[in-house]
């Protein structure tokens, strides 16, 4: 993770992120889609576990 200046302040991005960023648009969407379907399994997945142990 590296803090970076935004128009809206400073955030923290992950360095993947940001290399990204450097290869075009297109290229930033795809890691953003594909970052989002690995937290969704993930989230899902931990979801199930707390669900089995609550039965």
Known sequence: MRQIETKGGK???CIKSI?????GREA???FGRQMSA????E???K??????IEK
């Open 11 to 13: 955030r923290w991005r």
């Open 19 to 23: 290399e990204a960023t450097k290869q």
């Open 28 to 30: 930033r969407e795809a």
């Open 38 to 41: 690995i937290n969704k399994a």
């Open 43 to 45: 989230a899902e997945s």
């Open 47 to 52: 979801a199930r576990l707390v669900l089995n």
